[in-house]
C-alpha cells in the first residue's frame, strides 16, 4: 500500500495536524510513559470517562492516526468512528487484530513493527527449544525440590547438533532462528506461503510433508485463516514420537486441544510455548509436564527492543505527518 500523500504543506504543520489517538495504551507506554511522544497530541481514549463510541464521536472526527498495542482489535465497527484515518501503527509483529480487507477498502496504511521483534523472537523460540531438549526449566524444579543428592534419578535430554528443524514461516523472525539454529549444527528446512529465492534451505509446499522430515516444528508465520489451525492432529502424528513443537508466533496456529491429547498420549516427545490460544488460558494439562516449556507471551519482552520500538513507532509518525515513507509499511494488505 502506498504511503498516504493527502497532508498537504508539512511545513504548516500544527499540533493539531499531529493528534495521534491512542484506543489503549500498548505496553511501550505502560513500560516508559509517552515522553517519547511528546511531540504529538495525544488523544487518549481510554482516560476519558465516556463510552469508547461517544468519545470517537466528539474527539475523534478529524483524527487521522491511530497508535494500538497488538491484542486490540480494529474492526469495522471501530473504523465507521473515525471517518478521517489514514494510518494505523501497531506495536505488535502480529496483524491478526486488524480487518486487513477492512483497511484495503478504506485505504488505511498500516505501519507494522517491521524486524524490531524478530532477533528477540528468535532467541525466545531458541532458549524455549533447548529447554526442551535439555530440561533446562525440569532440571531448575529437581534442584530446587532437593532431589539432586537422592536416588531420583534425572532423565537424559536430547541433543540439539544435527537436529532437523522446520521452521513454518520464514518471515524476518524465521530468518533469524533458521541462522541461530543452523549455528548449532541443526539442518533447517522451511514451508512459507513461497520459496524464498535467497535462501538454499530444502522448501516444503506442504506443512505435512515437512513435519514427516523433520525433529523440531518451529512456528514462526502469522495467524491467518489459512494458519488457524494448520499445526492439526495430522502434522502432529507426522512430527511423530520424538518430535518438539515450539509456538512463538500466535496460539491459534496450533490445535491446541490436538497438542494437549498428542502430549497425554505421548505422541509428542515435547512442546516449547510462549503463546496459547485463549491467553492467559493455559490448559491444565501442560502444567504438570516436565517436556513442555511455558511461557507468558514475552518473547518480545526486553527493555532494549521495547526501546528500539519506542523509537520505531516515533519514526513511523513524523514519516507520516512530514509526508515521508513510513518506515515499516505493511504492503499488499
Ligand atoms: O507477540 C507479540 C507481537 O505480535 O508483537
Known sequence: MATPNHLGNHDHRSKELSQVLVLEPPPIMKLYGDQFLN??????????????????SIHAQSVKALLTP????LTRNI?????????????????NHIDLPEFQRRGIAIASAGDVYSEDVADMAVGLLIDVLRKISAADRYVRKGLWDTKAEFPLGSKLCSKRVGIVGLGSIGQEVAKRLQAFGCRIMYTSRNKKPFVSYPYY?????????IDVLIICCGLTEQTRHMINKDVMLALGKEGVVINIGRGPIIDEKELVQCLVQRELAGAGLDVFENEPHVPRELLTMDNVVLSPHRAVRTPETLA?????VKGNLEAFFSNKPLLSPVMNI
Not at 205 to 213: F, M, P, Q, R
Request: proline share 8%.
Open 205 to 213: 509446499s506442504n506443512v505435512l510433508e515437512l513435519a514427516a522430515d
Open 39 to 56: 511531540d504529538f497530541q495525544l488523544l487518549k481514549a481510554w482516560e476519558s470517562p465516556l463510552p469508547l463510541d461517544q468519545f470517537l
Open 70 to 73: 497488538g491484542r486490540y482489535p
Open 79 to 95: 473504523l465507521q468512528l473515525i471517518p478521517s484515518l489514514q494510518l494505523v501503527v501497531t506495536t505488535s509483529a502480529g496483524l
Open 308 to 312: 528500539a520500538m519506542c523509537e520505531h
